[in-house]
């Protein structure tokens, strides 16, 4: 995307209208290279009207990430990028070349968004907060069990915090409100078996998805705007709450693994004690009731042949 882009959307950020003339002025470009850049507004999920006479103007302000807004926790470092393919792409890179724990990622906008299981992230520029977080533990990559399920408590209490009033998890790592979809998770880990190890977790919240963006997604889904109302905090503040949130869980973690927020993560469970048809990949599915999570992080799941425990993050849920 180019760069112009950008800078013509942050002129227009406050979705009044701007005139072509002050627009280009303030860019220091033509009207007609303006013009141009801004005929990209589409393909990052955002709408843009132009009325001769009045000039350009958002269909809904955009509220860009301002750093000096993030309350960054000690021991945290944040880069915010207007334009990456993927935040975790870049920090599972980083983290190979040394880059030190704590070190975040978050992108104004991904080119190339990776979801669970292959899929891709749908996001909207300034709809959504699309972040990644190395974390190094002292634990061994193999020692790493639960670690999904720990980030997926600690994005669910941090936008408890940005007033979602029924913000819970669904096994293994998305925040639901009331079964549709708010944010999801991808944890990449590395290391050595007996440690020490390194995580790169991706979180990536729906903050006020277009209606033209919500019906990309292929599953029940919903956003702060939606969930919060009009108690919502900035972007950057939520940002600040999840940031703090999840070093602190993972500082606990790193301690104690997934006992540590086991009976937090219970509490937040979506599908407690409900009737489940589950999907492994490449075997039919089954159903069952969920019962419990285990102390590994495994879902228990029960079925008329015994109790199964579910541990792999490629295997996926359906309520009855
Ligand atoms: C899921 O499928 O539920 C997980 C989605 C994770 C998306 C986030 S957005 C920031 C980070 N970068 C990526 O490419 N993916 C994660």
């Known amino acids: 995307m180019n760069t112009l882009t950008f800078r013509a959307l942050r002129e227009l950020a406050d979705g009044r209208f701007h005139s072509g003339v002050d627009v280009a002025r303030a860019l220091g470009r033509s009207r007609a290279t303006l013009n141009e850049a801004l005929k990209s507004a ?12 009045r000039g350009y103007r958002l269909a809904a302000p955009i509220d860009f990430l301002d750093p000096a807004q993030v309350a960054l926790p000690a021991g945290l470092r944040l880069e915010v990028c207007d334009e990456v393919d993927s935040t975790s792409t870049r920090l599972v890179e980083r983290a190979a070349a040394g880059a030190p724990s704590g070190t ?44 999904s399920l720990a980030a997926g408590s600690a994005v669910a209490e941090a936008l408890a915090d940005c007033g979602v009033r029924r913000a819970q998890v669904k096994w293994p790592n998305d925040v639901v409100v009331d079964f549709r ?49 009009d108690a919502l905090p900035s972007r950057s503040v939520v940002l600040g709450r999840l940031l703090a949130r999840l070093a602190s869980t993972f500082a606990q973690f790193d301690v104690r693994g997934f006992p540590a927020v086991r009976e937090t993560w219970r509490a937040l469970h979506a599908y407690q004690g409900r009737p489940v048809r589950v999907h492994p990949p490449h075997h039919k599915p ?19 042949s015994g109790p199964v425990h579910l541990a792999s993050a490629e295997i996926s849920l359906r309520i009855r």
Do not use: H
């Open 104 to 147: 975040c990622l978050a992108a104004e906008w991904q080119s190339a968004g990776r979801g669970r299981r292959g899929r891709s992230w749908v996001a909207s520029l300034g709809g959504s907060l699309t972040f990644s977080m190395l974390w190094r533990f002292e634990r061994g990559a193999g020692q790493l069990g639960g670690l």
């Open 181 to 229: 979809k708010l944010a999801g998770i991808l944890v990449e880990t590395a290391g050595e078996i007996q440690g020490p190890s390194a995580a790169v977790i991706g979180v990536g919240v729906n903050y006020r998805l277009p209606e033209r963006v919500l019906d990309q997604i292929d599953q029940p889904v919903t956003d702060l705007a939606q969930c919060a109302g």
């Open 42 to 53: 589409p393909d990052l999920g955002v709408d843009l009207f132009s009325v001769r006479g």
């Open 286 to 304: 089954f159903d069952g009731e969920v019962v419990d999570v285990a102390a590994d992080g495994a879902l228990v799941v029960s079925t008329p």
